[in-house]
């Protein structure tokens, strides 16, 4: 659960519009051959963090939508000091939902579901700590949601 995740602490400048938490971009790349699933977390590259509309916005730029991606790569946003995999306690108890898109409509959906997600947009608190864009094949993707409680309603997680 996130209610141990402490709010942005970093200063952020006074011409910027603060976030309520600092966020970290990441990504994995599929090694090639034989991959073992438990050594996920040893290929996860950070690139950078953000607190603030406008840090995320000087980030986001730079980085390549979902939809022009055709390899098999995993894009993260997460609270800082939470690792998107399973076995961070962060996200013990979690669970995901999953939204299956054809490849047009990901960047799209993956860009309004950060906005909504560093704007504290959704109706669960502090229970969403991350999300993950998964690029699989040239027509179909995931996009996750991958620390909400079981309890969470899906009405209260209608974007």
């Not at 690029?135 to 909400?148: G, K, S, T, Y």
Request: glycine share 6%.
């Amino acid at each position: 659960m996130c209610e141990t995740i402490e709010r942005s602490s970093s200063p952020c400048p006074s011409d910027e519009h603060p976030l309520e938490f600092t966020y970290v971009f990441s990504y994995f790349v599929r090694p090639q051959g034989k991959f073992d699933p438990e050594e996920y977390a040893a290929y996860v590259q950070p690139v950078a963090s953000f607190n603030s509309v406008e840090q995320f916005w000087n980030t986001y730029r730079h980085i390549k939508r979902p939809s022009d991606i055709t390899d098999k790569v995993d894009f993260h946003m997460f609270k800082e000091g939470i690792k998107p995999v399973w076995e961070d306690a962060a996200n013990r108890k979690g669970g995901k939902w999953i939204l299956r898109l054809r490849k047009g409509l990901s960047s799209r959906i993956w860009e309004n579901l950060l906005l909504a997600m560093i704007g504290e947009q959704f109706l669960v608190g502090e229970e969403i700590c991350g999300a993950v864009c998964s690029i699989r094949n040239q027509a179909v993707e995931a996009i996750q949601f991958p620390h909400l409680q079981e309890e969470c309603s899906y009405e209260a997680l209608r974007i």
